[in-house]
């Protein structure tokens, strides 16, 4: 069966601080994998999303970044974090061909 | 561009009461449509989901139906029980160019609060 891990669990930042988030997926090869940003109370905003290695699709323009250096990992990077990023941080995945995505644990980031 | 709206943003029922949560899709190319829910600080699970070429879809006390004429998908759930609890979230599969993507159009959820 399929397994999605996100870590850290939990995280407090203080502004202009760098921000790495990863995600990684087990049991299943070549998964589409997406970055969600979920603020307090709200919707689910779609930051990110990969189709393979190296190939990554911006949804909304900021100052994070996302990168898939292998197959089932997919990383999220700030170089400076505004307080406007805190949120609940949601990666997911999907068969490739599907549209049944599945989410991962998530990271809650406070940005102080 | 590609929108979907859910509605109502809340629900309040009694238990043993059934409830409803209706969503309107703009894109008429659609043809995937899952409900997930999210229970306070867990991430959103997938509960169920319905194609294009399916007009229903039943899972015990849930069920989803599908209007591609009128571009609007519901989720009934019967028999609510306190567990039910939850924000639950409408989405449609998005297109590109006239093709199928795999990305998800989120509606912006509706917390439905079961009273014992």
């Known amino acids: 069966s399929q397994t999605i891990h996100q870590w850290p669990a939990t995280l407090v930042q203080p502004v202009g601080s760098p921000l790495s988030l990863e995600c990684t997926v087990e049991?299943?090869?070549?998964?589409?994998l997406y970055w969600y940003r979920q603020a307090a109370g709200r919707g689910l905003q779609l930051l990110f999303y990969s189709v393979g290695i190296g190939q990554i699709s911006s949804e909304v323009p900021q100052n994070l970044s996302a990168s898939r250096p292998q197959d089932r990992q997919f990383i999220l990077s700030s170089k400076k974090l505004l307080l406007s990023d805190s949120g609940f941080y949601l990666c997911?995945?999907?068969?490739?061909?599907?549209?049944?995505?599945?989410f991962g644990p998530g990271t809650r980031l406070t940005v102080t | 561009g590609e929108n979907v709206e859910q509605h109502p943003s809340t629900l309040s029922v009694q238990e043993g009461d059934s409830a409803v949560i209706k969503c309107t899709y703009s894109d008429s190319a659609s043809n995937y449509f899952p409900w997930y829910k999210q229970e306070l600080g867990k991430r959103p699970q997938l509960i169920i989901d319905?194609?294009?070429?399916?007009g229903e879809k039943k899972d015990q006390r849930i069920a989803v139906t599908l209007n591609k004429t009128a571009k609007h998908f519901s989720l009934h759930i019967t028999e609510t029980q306190p567990e039910d609890s939850a924000v639950y979230f409408c989405?449609?599969?998005?297109?590109f160019g006239g093709g199928a993507t795999n990305k998800l159009i989120f509606g912006t959820g509706t917390l439905l609060a079961v009273q014992p």
């Open positions: 049991g299943t090869s070549n998964p589409n």
């Open positions: 997911a995945w999907s068969w490739t061909g599907s549209g049944e995505q599945y």
């Open positions: 319905i194609r294009s070429n399916v």
């Open positions: 989405a449609a599969r998005g297109s």
